[in-house]
């Protein structure tokens, strides 16, 4: 039992009335890793989590939950899931250590409401009433309600959004905390930065479907990136027949340019681009040598085009 | 399970008692209309004292504002802020939550009774008291918190949290109005008195006041008609409530 995938989907189908928004989606999640799901706005994120929570039905596929159907063995899943919603869910006037002395009457086996209020640095807002949060501190209540019953896996949806960077920092070490002990985390996230940075593995889709999974670093590939900055309309298809096959060349946006090889960097391709622009009369300035970012292949694979 | 359903019904019971609108129409609401109506002579009662007259209707009064009012727009806002969804996450399970909304209207129905009869009292309230009324009472007020339960969850649960709580004042005021509560049924045409008493908040007070004020035996028809309202709206609520 303990074996089974923290989640595992299969041919997933859900058709709302006017779109499909999961549309043969098949993906894993392992045990205490960190996976993120990634997608632009309406790729079918939330609604896949939701399949995943219980609290909707899939129309086709397959899920599994630690081993488990989310629809049938809602009960046995219950205590061993927590839940952070993309948004709501606390009732307004509640305070925030009264909401978390609730939820811990729930669990056998809660953590203690006053420390993991502290945890989440809201020990000085224990009595103020949820609708009277920041958005960040009601971010960061609903974070420690999906924690507070020791859940084996936890789904977070959108867990930073609205939080300031000390309290984004402050998410991040008590995700990295979970799965230090050995929680499975599935989070959907629009920051690239953070995905890269808490992942195991990744998944982004689009569309309903996987279109890439994998480490950030497999994602990210070991294709490297050269860019620097020049006078606008240098000949780009000239530079690129002075380097070696498999070169790619571009300007965007104008005065800066970018060259991309597929097996990353080599001394000897900048040593070719440095003689190019010397030949050229041209100074490269602000070079630099880097990776592709995760954000670099999610636009890459889902296009920049703006979505709902 | 019974630790859980005790925090809800803690957790629902103190949001009840802390929040200034609804403790206005659970509790300030039916204890100025007790007092008002009974010092003045606002509206003619026929035979008996007036506050014989009007506690039994009060303690109706009382019994829909918390059942139905004050329970619809609460789990109406419920509704739309994702506490029913979120809760849905948690080991407690539905049967649960519902079990907790009704201990808590019936610990706030408790609250309500110790203070109206306390008014009463002090305005001279003397009430047949039987045992056949110290049982009766009971039996009504549950068989009417179970038809105003029904009621408000069928509301919250299928309209728009706005339009429940414009519904929910508009039918308190309608009930308080037609129900008998500080009006007698009797002012009303006559033939409109039968389908008066079918209304939940009439059956009510018109069983409650033959019980207390006329000491007539156990109000058989007042009592069916709440439980037909109970099951009715129970039923309906059941099959049609959208917990997001």
């Known amino acids: 039992m303990s074996t089974a995938p923290a989640v595992e989907i299969a041919s997933l189908v859900k058709q709302y009335r006017h779109a499909r928004a999961v549309d043969g989606l098949t993906l894993t999640a392992a045990r205490g890793q960190v996976t993120s799901i990634l997608g632009p706005n309406g790729a079918g994120k939330t609604t896949t989590i939701e399949i995943c929570e219980g609290y909707r039905a899939a129309d086709s596929g397959r899920v599994r939950v630690l081993g488990l159907d989310p629809d049938r063995d809602s009960r046995a899943l219950r205590p061993r899931v927590g839940v952070m919603l993309q948004s709501g869910g606390v009732p307004p006037a509640i305070p925030a250590g009264e909401y978390l002395r609730l939820l811990a009457r729930f669990h056998a086996h809660s953590l203690d409401p006053a420390g993991l209020l502290d945890r989440v640095g809201l020990a000085e807002a224990a009595r103020t009433q949820y609708k009277r949060l920041s958005g960040g501190q009601q971010q960061r209540l609903a974070l420690a309600a999906a924690v507070i019953g020791r859940p084996e896996l936890v789904f977070l949806d959108e867990p930073t959004a609205g939080m300031d960077p000390q309290a984004r920092h402050a998410t991040w070490d008590l995700i990295a905390e979970l799965r230090g002990s050995g929680v499975s985390v599935i989070l959907t996230t629009h920051f690239m930065d953070e995905a890269e940075r808490l992942s195991d593995q990744v998944a982004i889709i689009d569309h309903g479907r996987l279109v890439a999974g994998g480490t950030p670093a497999e994602l990210c590939g070991g294709a490297g990136q050269l860019r620097f900055r020049a006078d606008s309309g240098l000949d780009t298809d000239g530079l690129v027949a002075a380097l070696p096959d498999g070169t790619a060349a571009k300007e965007s946006p104008a005065g800066h340019y970018v060259i991309e090889v597929p097996d990353g960097v080599t001394p000897q391709l900048l040593a070719s681009v440095t003689a190019w622009c010397a030949e050229h009369g041209v100074l490269p300035t602000s070079l630099r040598i880097e990776s592709r970012t995760l954000e670099d292949v999610f636009l890459e694979l889902t296009g920049k085009e703006l979505r709902a | ?244």
Not at chain 2, 13 to 40: D, H, K, W, Y
Not at chain 2, 130 to 136: D, G, K, R, Y
Not at chain 2, 220 to 237: H, Q, S, T, Y
């Open chain 2, 1 to 244: 399970m019974g630790r859980m359903i005790a925090a809800q019904t803690a957790m629902e019971t103190r949001m009840l008692l802390r929040n200034g609108e609804q403790l206005t129409v659970t509790l300030v609401i039916p204890l100025a209309l007790l007092a008002m109506f009974s010092l003045e002579p606002l509206v003619s009662v026929g035979g008996g004292t007036r506050i014989d007259f009007l506690a039994p209707g009060v303690i109706a009064l009382a019994v829909m504002s918390v059942a139905f009012t004050s329970q619809a727009i609460a789990t109406g806002f419920e509704r739309r802020y994702g506490v029913l969804k979120r809760l849905g996450a948690e080991p407690l399970s539905r049967v649960g939550l519902i079990a907790a909304k009704t201990v808590s209207v019936v610990l706030i129905e408790l609250v309500q009774a110790v203070l109206i009869t306390a008014v009463a009292f002090g305005l001279g309230w003397t009430p047949h008291t039987s045992a056949l009324a110290f049982l009766t009472v009971p039996l009504l007020v549950l068989a009417g918190t179970g038809a105003f339960s029904g009621l408000a969850l069928l509301m919250a649960g299928t309209l728009r949290a706005e339009a429940t709580l414009a519904l929910a004042n508009l039918i308190y005021i309608a009930l308080l109005g037609l129900g008998g509560v500080v009006f007698p049924l009797s002012k009303f045409p006559a033939a409109a008195h039968p389908y008066l008493t079918l209304l939940p908040t009439g059956a009510l007070a018109t069983g409650l006041r033959s019980v207390l004020a006329q000491s007539a035996g156990v109000p058989v028809r007042d009592l069916i008609v709440l439980v037909v309202w109970a099951a009715v709206g129970i039923g309906l609520a059941a099959r049609t409530f959208r917990w997001e």
